[in-house]
């Protein structure tokens, strides 16, 4: 194995607090590199009274100039049947790397946000969302 | 049946000290929803609603403000709701997105407004009976929940009063707009009732009952609720 | 054609920030619903969106199930000049969306 890949995979395993480097999912964006809490900061409210939409706000602390800023924000849930949740993409033209949506959650969870900054670092949070259930069901 | 006349007796006329809105009772996530016509979904029904208003409607229709306070109302010895006005013209099918944005709309024009429905008092007997009347094989009255109860817990969610004030809204365990006569069969189908036909003489005369119930409520069209 | 709202300030100043807030009606279909009958609702979500100002992409995302139905975005742009905001998506069914909005600038 050549040092550089060696060096490498060193690297994959510096753990995010978040989530795992060798998630799949988030190495199909990472491709190993080093994910490293920081930078970025995702805002859900802790306790969600329905699974069906729930409101998130992630903020990237980057200046947002051509030379430094945010290539794109990797939302992914840990419990969803369907992990990956969203990928938004800013790029230089960019002024504020804040971006807000609302997202749908099977079941109370931890949701992983990564940013993928210019310089191809990556930053993670991460929040805990506690999902309420109906008190009765609906049939539609 | 003489506990439900007691149950009637004591009950009739203003059976709730103050109505409050489901608003009041919402967690702070549809609160927010529903105070920000930029990110409330039941705007996208109101802005269908206002599109399909000039198209079909405007020609003899000029301003709906002020209209959805007083449905339903008592047409020729009919209960008669929104929808089935709407309808007159185009027979929309119940819960499709047609009627629910040109009744949305139509509620929207009113939005702030009190609810003022004024029907002949015998028309409210047979809604007022079904209201206090258990049903289900949980064996519950709407009563029981709604007039009781409100504001104490049921799992997780506080128990509202059941105002309809805020209807067609945008409920986020359907994802999507619906009217109150949907509403009403969801809340049977958590009792494991019948539900009552879309449009049925069993539901608007329940519909006729809860409207007036809330009246001095004012509309909240597109409310967002849970 | 999927309705949508896009919210903007009623004007701003070159060089202002722009807060961009769009809803887009979609029932972003996660393929694990069913329907009255019992059958299963087939997946069908927005899965790409973009938004161009200017001729320049200002904003992109990649979308999946996990957006809530009814998708809400809310984005920065910088105001530059008085043109329109052009939106564009696709869903699971290769069905095509747009809508445009205008941004004032002074």
Redesign the interface.
Same mark, same amino acid.
């Given at each position: 194995m050549k040092r550089r890949e060696f060096i490498g995979t060193l690297t994959a395993l510096a753990v995010s607090p978040h989530i795992s480097t060798t998630d799949p999912l988030v190495y199909s964006f990472t491709k190993g590199r080093a994910v490293q809490a920081g930078r970025i900061k995702l805002e859900i409210p802790p306790l969600a009274e329905n699974g069906h939409s729930v409101a998130m706000t992630v903020t990237v602390d980057s200046p947002m100039t051509p030379s430094e800023h945010v290539r794109a924000v990797h939302l992914i849930a840990e419990k969803n049947p369907v992990r990956d949740m969203a990928v938004f993409y800013l790029g230089a033209h960019c002024p504020r790397a804040e971006v807000s949506s609302r997202i749908r959650l099977n079941g109370s969870q931890q949701v992983v946000a990564i940013a993928e900054l210019s310089d191809g670092s990556f930053w993670s949070d991460a929040a805990y969302v506690e999902v309420r259930e109906a008190a009765c069901t609906d049939g539609g | 049946m003489k506990l439900i006349f007691l149950f009637v007796v004591l009950f009739s006329g203003a059976a709730l000290a103050q109505n409050r809105s489901g608003l009041e009772f919402a967690?702070?996530?549809?609160r927010?929803?529903q105070a920000s016509?930029?990110?409330?979904?039941g705007? !996208?029904?109101v802005?269908?609603g206002a599109k399909l208003f000039a198209q079909k409607c405007a020609s003899c229709h000029v301003s709906m403000k002020g209209v959805a306070t007083r449905y339903p109302a008592v047409e020729n010895g009919r209960i008669v709701t929104l929808e089935a006005k709407v309808r007159h013209k185009e027979a929309f099918a119940y819960e499709s997105d047609e009627l629910l944005a040109l009744t949305a709309y139509i509620a929207n024009q009113s939005r702030g407004m009190p609810i003022k429905v004024n029907p002949p008092a015998e028309k409210l007997d047979i809604g007022r009976k079904a209201y206090y009347s258990r049903r289900g094989q949980m064996n519950l009255a709407c009563a029981h929940c709604h007039e009781q109860n409100w504001g104490k817990h !049921? %799992?997780?969610?506080t128990l509202s009063q059941g105002q309809p004030n805020g209807y067609p809204a945008?409920r986020?365990?359907?994802?999507?707009m619906g009217s109150l006569e949907?509403r009403i069969?969801?809340?049977m189908? %958590? !009792?494991h009732a019948e !539900?009552p036909p879309y449009g049925s003489d069993t539901m608007l005369e329940l519909e006729l009952f809860l409207v007036w119930r809330a009246n001095g409520l004012p509309i909240e069209t597109p409310a967002v609720r849970? | 054609m999927a309705l949508a709202r896009i919210d903007l300030p009623q004007e701003a100043r070159r060089g202002e920030l722009v807060e961009v807030r769009i809803v887009i009606q979609h029932p972003m279909e996660t393929g694990f619903r069913r329907a009255p009958q019992g059958e299963r609702v087939p997946r069908n979500a927005i899965h790409s969106l973009v938004c161009r100002y200017l001729g320049i992409e200002v904003f992109r995302a990649t979308l999946s199930t996990g957006i809530a139905a009814n998708p809400f975005l809310r984005f920065f742009l910088r105001a530059t000049e008085s043109a329109e905001l052009d939106f564009w998506w696709l869903d699971d069914d290769e069905v095509q969306g747009s809508a445009k909005a205008r941004l004032n600038v002074t």
């Open positions: - | 967690s702070e996530e549809v927010r929803l016509d930029a990110e409330n979904p705007m !996208l029904w802005d269908q !049921l %799992g997780a969610e945008y986020l365990e359907w994802q999507k949907r069969r969801a809340c189908f %958590g !009792l !539900l849970r | -």
